[in-house]
């Protein structure tokens, strides 16, 4: 399954725009409940004014909010950005840490943003499991479990150690575009063979 995604994507990466570890961080935390591409387009913005934590300090949690009211839970999510900020500067000397209890630890950042950060900016072979992922996972057979933890325990199980730095990306993306919740394209999917899902489409 894994080397069928890699062929087809050799090199995934998350849809999120960012050039730091911090505005990784701050676009992951404003993902919640949000499309990737309306918080690219709310930090296109707020990055060119604040690309530190310093400097995301200074807008305030109401300069904040300007930039990020198009997306859902902009006002706990502006809290909790300048929060983190604080903490980044007064614990971290302003750089994002690079260890879970670290990050889980910040306003805001849970288990699944941790993850995120750790694979992307720090390289570290986790698995990320958001609505996407949960569904893939269960539908194919690949990884079952009720909770997105559960979950994420069973493809540290399935998923071959030299797959795991690219899984979650390959896993998002196909259910992004290919493993659809309402309408699976499941004529176009590379794995249909593989899958286990009952109610697949014929082909």
């Not at 090199?11 to 505005?23: D, M």
């Not at 904040?64 to 859902?72: A, L, T």
């Amino acid at each position: 399954m894994f080397e069928r995604l890699r062929r087809a994507n050799p090199a995934p990466t998350t849809e999120l725009k960012f050039r730091t570890p911090f505005e990784l961080l701050i676009s992951v935390m404003l993902s919640a409940q949000a499309t990737d591409v309306s918080v690219n387009k709310a930090t296109r913005e707020l990055f060119k004014l604040a690309r530190t934590p310093s400097a995301m300090l200074r807008l305030g949690v109401r300069g904040i909010k300007r930039h990020i009211k198009s997306i859902g839970l902009y006002n706990t999510k502006a809290v909790n950005i300048v929060r983190t900020c604080k903490i980044l500067i007064e614990r971290h000397g302003g750089r994002v840490p690079s260890t879970r209890e670290e990050l889980e630890a910040l306003p805001g950042v849970g288990r699944k943003t941790a993850n995120v950060v750790l694979n992307t900016a720090f390289g570290e072979p986790t698995i990320a499991v958001d609505t996407h992922i949960f569904r893939v996972a269960n539908r194919t057979g690949l990884a079952s479990g009720r909770t997105p933890f559960a979950v994420e325990q069973e493809l540290l199980k399935a998923v071959p150690p030299r797959y795991r730095q690219h899984a979650h990306h390959w896993l998002i993306l196909h259910g992004r575009y290919t493993c659809l919740a309402r309408k699976p394209h499941c004529g176009r999917c590379v794995i249909y063979d593989l899958c286990e899902y009952p109610d697949k489409l014929a082909l």
